[in-house]
Structures are given as C-alpha cells and as structure tokens.
C-alpha cells in the first residue's frame, strides 16, 4: 500500500489502467496522509469526502481513455473551483464560493482527475515564501524551520510530503518554479497564452500563467498536455496546435545548444550555486548538448521592471475586491468609508504595499517616469531573449540564488525578498516558458533547483532537456515524514 | 439677467459688454448590438433588475473580457457617418475609479488611441449651414446603475447596463448656442438612426451627454476656463443648463472673479447647476493599456467593406431631394431629418406626386402624430394608402377640401380612401354637363347678384363659387367650377 | 524621487484603503527602499523603445454578437453580504 506512494503520476495513471490499483485506493491513501499532516498547513479547504466518493463512482465506471483517470489532486487556492470555496488566501475572498470552474481545472476534471482540496499560497499569490497567506505560513516537509517558497508554496510543500501526487500552480514572477527548486521537485511555467487564465484569481495580467508542479519531467510533460488548451473566453490565449507533450518526450537532445547567459552570474553568488551550474553544463556536454554563452544584457533590469509593472497591473486586478459583489465586507458610515475599511481589514501588508507601489507607478506625473519606462525596458528585456535564441535553443541558469531560507529571515525587508526571483523573473516578463528541476544539494542538505527557458511554444524541447538532465542527475531526495501525528 | 441677445449670434450682455459662448458635447450612444461590449448578456433595455448580468459584467474573479466584433462595426460604421477618419490600429485601456455601479473597479475605455479619429457634421441652421467639427468617437463600457431613492439608508445597484457598449463622440469646441446644440444632438441622432448603430432614445438612456462650457468677450481669441455639466440626459435640460452656466460665469467674470475648472450637476428642479466634485477629489484615472486584451487592429479592407453597407445618409439623401424631386431646402430637411419619415415618404412617392406627397405628409400627417402623440412608424395612415389619397386628388376623383375630410375619416386606422370615398360617396362631381347645370341654376337664382357682379363687383365671384359648393354638397370640381362661372359670367 | 507621507496618504485615499499614521509611516518606509531600489532604470535610455504592453503573440480576437448568458441573477447575487434577491446593496453616497 505504501508503494502506492512512491508511485509517480505517470505510473500512477498506468497502474490504474492495468486495474492494478484502484482510484478509490489512492484517494484514500493521499487523504489519509493529508489529514496526518495539518502541521505543514498546506490544505486551505478539505474536499476529503467528496472526493472518496468521485473516486467510488469512477471506479465503478472508469473510463480509462482519460490521461487522468481516477486521480486525486490537490490545486492552489487561485483556480476558481465550482461550489468549492477559492481565497487566494486573503481574508477578503475568506467566504468566496464560486459558481465556476477555472478552465485549467476543468481540463483536470474532464481528463478524470478529482479533487482533494485547495492548497495554501501567498495572498493573492503575492510572496516568495508562503509567508503572507491570511491562514498563517506553509512549513516545508524539507525541514521546519524553512519556507516552502511562494507563491505556490502549499502545492511544492503538499507534493514533496506526498500529500498530493501532482498538483498545479501559477507563476507570475516564478511562483512555480521557485518553490520547486526549493523542495526539490520539478516546476514548469508554460508560455504565456498557453494555458487559459480564465476563472484565475488575477495578480498580474500579463504575466501570471499556471503549470504544474511535479516529482519528475515526464509528469510535468503529462499534466502540461492537460492544463494547456484553446480558450476563447480569454483575449490572450494562443491558438496553436498543441504536441503530445509525454507521448514526445525524448532524451535525444544532441546537437542542441544551450545558452549560458553571462549576467546571470551576479555579484556574490554563492560557491555552491556557481557549482550546481557548472555540473548543469557538464550534464548537458554529456547529453551531446553544446554549450554557448551569450548575452543578455538587460538582465539586471528585470526585477525592477517586473515590481512596477506587476504591482500596477495588481492594483487594477484587485479593485473589484470592494465588498459590494462578493467577499469580505465591513460596515462603513458611507460608501468610501466601507471601501476603505474593507480593504485595509481585507488585506494583508503585502497586498497592500504592491497595491500602493501600483497606484503610486500609474498616477498622474508618475506614468512615463515608471510604468512607461517598465514596459519600454521590458521590451528590451524581450528583445534579449529574441536575438540570443537565433543562435541557441534553449537557456541553462540556476534556478534561486540560494536554497530554502528560514521562515522569517526575509519577512521585515521587501527587497531582498524580492531578489529571491531575480532568475525566474526575466522569464515571465518575456512570456517564455521555463522549467526547474531539482540539481543538488547545498552544503545543507537543501535542494538546489536548474532552470531551463526556451523559445515561445517550445516547451517539448525544454521538456526534452530538463528529461535528457534529469536521467544524468539522478536527483534521489528522502522527505521524511517528521511531521506526521 | 439681461437678455440673450437677439442677433443672429447667440451673445450674453452684460454691463455694455457682450460674451460668446463656446460649448462643447460629449455624447454618450449606446450601440445597438444584441449582447455587451466585452460579456454576452443582453443588451435590451427595461429589464427587472440584475437580470441581464453575466459573471463578467459582475467583475468575479478569474473573469476576462472578450470583444463583440458587431460593436466595433457599428463604430465604424458611426465613424463614417461622420465623415471622420477611421484608425486601424486602437488600444482598450482601463480608466481606474471606485464606484458602486461599477464592478470592476475600472471602466474599459480608449485613451491616447481610439477606434475613431476627426470628423465632422453640418448643422441646417436658420442663419444657414455651419461646420461642427469632431474630435474622436472612442468604444467604452457602459455603467451600472446606482438607485438613491428606494431605500433611505442605501444605494441599490443595478449591474445590467454595466458592460453595455457605448461609444463616445467628442466633438470640437465648435458650438455656440443651444439652438446649436439642439441641431448637433438631432444631427447626430438622425446619422446613427439611419446606420443603425444607435436608437438615439434619450428617455431611455441610449443617447446622454455630458456638456463643456465656457464664455468669453465677444471678439477675443482665448478660450477661457471651462465647467463639465454631467450626464444631461434630454435636449431641453442641455440647453437650460448652458444658458444657466453661461450666465453664472459671466457673472463671475463680471465681478473680477475667476472660474474654476470643475465638474457639475445640473439640478432640474431649481434650474441651475452645482457643482459635483472639489479639486481634492478629482479622479486620476491612472489610464493604462488594459492587459487582458491586445491592441485592435484591421485593414483598410475591413473597413470598405463596411463602407460599401452604409445606406444613403441624410445629407445626400437631402442633396438628391432637392435635386431630383425639386423640393425645398427647408421640406427637404424635415423629410429627411427622421430616418421613419424619409422611409415613409420613399415609400408614397413610389406611386404619388412627389409635392403633394411632401405637403401632405409635412402638413396634415405630421399633424396628426403630433396630436395622437405618435411616432411615424406607429402612423395610423400607412404610407400606401396616403398614396392612395394623394393618387385620389390627383386624378380628379375628389378635391383637395374633400381629401381632407378623407384624410380625418382615415385617421382612426387602416382604412383604403378608395373605400371611404365610395361608402361615403364623396367622389367630387367632374362631369361639366352636370356642373354647367347646377351652375345655371346657381345663376337663375341670384340674378340680382350677377348684375352687381357684371357692373364691377368683382370680389363677388366666391360667392357664386360658394353657392355652387353648396348646392353640389361640397362635391362640386372646384377648378371645372371656376372655369365653368367664369364663362358663364362674362 | 522620494515618497513623502503626504503622498503616501493620497496614494492610500486612490486606492481606497486606510491607513492609520503607524501604518503609513512604514508604508513611507518601505516605499521609499522599494522605489531607491526601481530608480536603476533611469541608467537605461529608453528614448526610442516602443513599450511593451501585449506579451500575447496573437491579434485580438473578435466575438460574434450572440446572447449567451441569459438571467443568472441568483448566482450573481448569492455572493453578496446582502439578504436582498434584486439589487447589490451599499452603504449611501456621499455626493
């Protein structure tokens, strides 16, 4: 039973359709562990029972044609979920049900998943370490005193204690791929346009997209050929024809080139993660891989441009939180006071900052020296991106600066949590796809995560590599179950 | 107050001096499409409360705006009809304000890029036709309602305009009087009826306009500061509330004071207008790019294809009246003016002579509306059977005087004159042997008569003329009699 | 350019949330290290870049003008903080 477990989505899928397990088995194995495990605090919302009785009911009508077939998964808290509360983990959506489905949810749904539960994230998905969730900070399984990472930071925490076999999150600044390279597990954020944001609780429009967060590439792969689809009822979905991402996957990557890009090395990086890049290139050499480097010289400015023009496109996402449709409302003496009232009680401090730094970016005398100057500079931050990949096929940089710090080190300066994201950045504000795998180990014992980007739609081929390494890795990571009562 | 000046110039006199004033419109037209600019719920109007509200008019969360290709048509469409440069490229921002009728927390809006670019109207005015010119015409989300006076202590908020697609035509700060005013807003109700992008109803809320206002000395070139008067919603109140604000500022001017620039209401009760918001709390809209949606983009092809749709609009259908059917400037204007009444008056001229089709209509027809209180298209004559009725005179069948009586026995609905002629045996009497009978007898007996009238008495010709409608019970050929007399009286 | 507590508080008023002088002080604090740290962009001259305001490598794509949701007015409303089964209800404006 306990081998159910270790068994990864892919096996998992085929086990269930050789009939050699049951969904209803699996189900009430992860629910049994989950419930065990209320001290990483990763549940936001518990669907235990109605998803044993989904998994009653496909088992006894299973349709095995489905990619999902009977399997329970557990999602962050920012896909609206039908009749099932979503919070984005503020206190003022802390009642919301929805009377929707997120289309990437649904996509799960159709293809036979079911769900466990809505998992813990930073408010609003605004974090870098699952330290500013209204229902209190996720513990990692890695070790107690350190974060998860953010924002998806109760779904990489959920999957490395096994408490969900897969799971999905977004990423708008590297809120997937973070907190993977942080609890050693395997995070892709799709290019923009290629999974719909309808029925996602928005943070920044223009660069939030959700992936899966998974224990290996080929389950990425799988989950990726079901969260991604056509979706008229976003604007910005991409029509384009989608490959068999699992059915595709391939170690064969000779020949490819593989940019090393010369400013990602930044002032003060660690011995360690200079190593984990080093070893990441070697791995590459041995897959008959050829490595460039190149340049990209406007890396240095992308933090700074992503923290103007997400907070800005935040502090317009997040005025229909007002307390008049739905959601947290405190009585006021007339409309502005409610206004007022309500979203400061709503609100969490970190919500609140980015809302200020996003009005303040977009007011009047301030628009062309801030916002305007952002998107200017995040088109040549596009720009790089556009000429290196005429040479190359895919980028190979660390994935964080460091491994998981200590839950409280970076909560009193904003800044220098916001450095968490420096090399997941970049790749939001270009609309690339981008995926972390686990590498190493720091002196520690903490994961270290290698993050592979490539060209607009060229997932399979980032899939590829992020494969091709982790057969050479060989990454083995024991999570004990130290938390469990 | 003094009086407006009666020059063919709309003038303020105060104190010796006289001031011009210098207005400027934003109307807001509602497009009509079936289903809203960026959600597709329904459009219509009237509907119980929060009935014709989707989850993304209602802003929920994880909802995304999609765009209704009809409604850029009709924008196009309106920008045409304005003569006005169309853009191929435009961008939808987000306009940020905090309000209860609206949900989002921000109007989608064009800022900097609109779909429209300059245009112009000509206006017939009674002083001649002048130029108007526009500034844009730009596509944005119409609000909710917000209702004050249900319950005491809240406000209800009625989600189903919000969403509704409106487009705003700015036009230049060309207008001058509210008889200015007045033809612009008929103007451009008249264009967008007859493209059908918009109803023009303004008791219904698909046509408002937010007015400009400032005055200056006759004669000077600098504008001087302007006021916004919000969200008028008939002619009438536009034009008390310019003659109301125009004279408010010149009598600040007048006392040395300077105007603020500020947004008011115009009180429909008192006649004057307040003022809606202090400096403090003037909006920064904070307009940027909205991020949901990508830049609008079309070709010129797009836009052919559109052009080559747009039927006869009312300046060239006014130029072909004139000029094909001989009718005057002023009948001409009133035909066309009203995409009903030109429709109907095409549709009698099929058959009919097109002067007394005019007159009829203009006189007697429009007559009748104004007294049942109807629209053309709820005409209880239809445009056939004033056809047949015109067809009647002419022809000879009855007299124009009898035609009118016809005409009053038609008006209850839907009857053929053809029949009423014949059931109320009203056909005129045209046969000259009958005529020059009744006529020697009208002569045998007022002998008395004819000798004062053969020793010069000229005017009592109509007498004789009466005698003999009287005698023929109204049916008499008025022209055969007159012709008849004549000779008989020489 | 550094943030005073004067704008801080008018940024807090646009935003339509309050603030107490506590909060607003270290909200001038925090704004004030934030924006020292984005004024590295002012090293780039940007005088010839065309901004990039769509990431999405599509065209606006074009609705047919249909009715698709027709009454959902119970679902609209049962969210909100109000018994009333008509209208959103809210505290008066202050006009």
């Not at chain 1, 050479?472 to 130290?482: A, R, S, T």
């Not at chain 2, 009725?389 to 009857?415: C, H, Q, R, Y």
Request: hydrophobic share 35%; glycine share 6%; proline share 4%.
């Amino acid at each position: 039973m306990s081998d159910i477990i270790n068994l990864n989505l892919s096996e998992l899928v085929s086990n269930i359709k050789d009939k050699k397990i049951s969904s209803n088995e699996v189900t009430s194995i992860y629910i049994e562990r989950s419930k065990k495990s209320k001290h990483l605090n990763s549940y936001n919302e518990e669907t235990f029972d109605e998803a044993l009785r989904k998994s009653k009911e496909f088992d006894s009508k299973p349709d095995f044609n489905k990619k999902l077939p009977g399997i329970p998964v557990a999602v962050k808290d920012m896909f609206c979920t039908k009749n099932i509360k979503t919070t984005a983990s503020s206190k003022i959506l802390n009642n919301f049900v929805p009377t929707y489905e997120s289309t990437v949810t649904k996509n799960m749904w159709d293809e036979g998943a079911i769900l466990l539960g809505k998992l813990n994230c930073d408010e609003f998905a605004m974090g870098s370490s699952n330290e500013t969730s209204y229902f209190g900070n996720v513990i990692s399984p890695i070790d107690k005193n350190l974060v998860p990472g953010g924002s998806s930071g109760g779904s990489a925490s959920a999957l490395a204690a096994k408490l969900t076999p897969t799971t999905i999150g977004t990423d708008t600044g590297g809120s997937i791929r973070q907190p993977a390279s942080f609890t050693g597990t395997v995070g892709l954020k799709p290019t923009y346009g290629s999974c719909s944001r309808y029925g996602i609780v928005a943070f920044a429009s223009s660069l939030d997209q959700a992936g899966p967060i998974t224990r290996n590439v080929k389950d990425s792969a799988l989950m990726l050929e079901v969260m991604s689809s056509f979706d008229n009822k976003d604007s910005t979905s991409i029509d384009f024809k989608r490959p068999s991402y699992s059915k595709d996957l391939s170690k064969n990557i000779k020949g490819k080139k593989i940019g090393i890009p010369k400013e990602y090395r930044v002032d003060g990086m660690s011995a360690e993660i200079e190593k984990l890049w080093e070893n990441g290139k070697n791995y590459l050499k041995n897959c008959g891989a050829k490595i460039v480097d190149i340049s990209l010289p406007h890396t240095k400015f992308a933090l700074p441009t992503y923290y103007i023009v997400a907070p800005a496109e935040a502090s317009s996402n997040l005025a229909r939180y007002d307390g008049v449709k739905y959601g947290f409302r405190t009585e006021g003496k007339n409309l502005i006071d409610m206004y007022e009232k309500t979203r400061s009680e709503g609100f969490g401090d970190e919500v609140k900052r980015r809302i200020m730094i996003g009005t303040y970016v977009l007011s009047s005398g301030y628009y062309d020296a801030y916002y305007l100057k952002a998107q200017k500079v995040r088109r040549l931050i596009k720009n790089d991106f556009i000429d290196a990949f005429k040479k190359i096929d895919a980028i190979l940089t660390p994935s964080t600066p460091s491994s998981a710090f200590k839950i409280g080190e970076k909560s009193n300066d904003p800044v220098s949590m916001y450095l968490n994201d420096i090399f997941t950045v970049p790749v939001n504000l270009a609309g690339l796809p981008g995926i972390s795998i686990p590498a190493g180990l720091d002196k520690k014992g903490y994961p270290l995560g290698l993050q592979i980007i490539g060209k607009a739609f060229d997932e399979q081929n980032i899939l590829n590599i992020a494969y091709s390494m982790e057969d050479k890795i060989n990454f083995k990571f024991d999570v004990k179950d130290w938390w469990m009562k | 107050m003094d009086e407006v000046s009666k020059d063919k110039d709309y003038l303020i006199n105060r104190n010796g001096k006289k001031y011009e004033v210098i207005i400027g419109l934003e109307v807001h037209a509602q497009v009509q499409s079936e289903s809203k600019l960026f959600s597709t719920s329904s459009t219509k109007f009237g509907a119980e409360a929060n009935t014709q509200v989707s989850l993304v008019d209602a802003a929920f969360p994880g909802m995304l705006p999609v765009i209704n290709e009809f409604c850029i048509k009709q924008a196009i469409k309106t920008g045409i009809g304005l003569n006005a440069k169309i853009n191929n490229k435009s961008i939808f921002d987000r306009k940020n304000y905090f309000y209860a009728d609206l949900p989002q927390g921000y109007q989608i809006s064009q800022y900097k890029d609109p779909i429209v670019g300059e245009g112009s109207v000509v206006l017939d005015l009674t002083s001649g036709s002048k130029t108007i010119g526009i500034e844009r015409l730009h596509l944005e989300q119409d609000a909710g309602k917000s209702i004050h006076d249900i319950d005491p202590k809240n406000t209800l908020v009625d989600l189903n305009r919000s969403g509704v697609a409106l487009m705003e035509i700015v036009s230049k700060p060309d207008l001058r009087s509210p008889e200015e005013v007045n033809e612009y807003i008929k103007k451009l109700r008249s264009i967008m009826r007859y493209l059908g992008t918009c109803d023009g109803n303004m008791q219904e809320g698909s046509l408002r306009a937010d007015v400009n206002v400032s005055v200056r000395k006759q004669g000077e070139e600098k504008y001087g500061t302007r006021c916004e008067i919000k969200n008028v919603n008939s002619i009438k109140f536009m034009q008390m509330s310019i003659e109301h604000e125009a004279n408010r500022q010149v009598d600040i001017l007048e006392e040395g004071g300077k105007i603020d620039q500020e947004t008011r209401l115009f009180d429909t009760k008192k006649n004057e207008t307040r003022s809606m918001r202090s400096k403090e709390d003037a909006h920064d809209y904070r307009y940027f790019p909205d991020p949901d949606l990508l830049p609008l983009e079309f070709d010129n092809a797009y836009v052919e294809k559109i052009r080559k749709e747009i039927p006869e609009l009312p300046d060239q259908k006014k130029s072909r009246f004139i000029e094909k059917f001989n009718l005057s400037p002023y009948e001409a204007n009133i035909l066309v003016s009203d995409l009903d009444t030109s429709k109907y008056f095409e549709e009698v001229i099929k058959n009919s002579d097109v002067k007394l089709s005019a007159n009829w209509i203009t006189g007697e027809l429009f007559a009748l509306l104004n007294e049942k209180n109807l629209e053309i298209a709820e005409s209880p004559i239809s445009a056939k059977n004033l056809s047949n009725l015109i067809n009647l005179i002419k022809d000879g069948t009855i007299s124009g005087k009898i035609a009118k009586t016809v005409f009053e026995l038609m008006s209850d609905g839907e009857k053929n004159p053809i029949d009423v002629v014949k059931e109320k045996d009203l056909k005129q009497e045209s046969d000259p042997k009958e005529l020059e009978k009744l006529i020697e007898k009208v002569i045998k007996e007022n002998q008395d008569k004819v000798k004062e009238y053969k020793s010069g008495k000229e005017k009592l010709f109509g007498f004789f003329v009466g005698q003999a409608m009287k005698v023929s019970g109204g049916k008499a050929n008025p022209q055969l009699v007159n012709e008849i007399l004549k000779k008989k009286l020489k | 350019m550094s943030i005073d507590l004067k704008t801080v508080k008018h940024i807090s008023k646009l935003s339509r949330i309050s603030l107490d002088e506590e909060k607003a002080k270290k909200l001038e604090a925090d704004l004030n290290s934030i924006f020292k740290w984005i004024e590295q962009l002012n090293e780039l001259n940007t005088d010839k870049v065309e901004p990039l305001s769509s990431i999405a490598e599509t065209k606006l794509r074009l609705r047919k003008d249909e009715i698709k949701t027709k009454n959902i007015r119970d679902e609209v409303l049962k969210n909100s903080p109000n018994e009333n089964k008509d209208f959103f209800v809210v505290p008066k404006v202050v006009e």
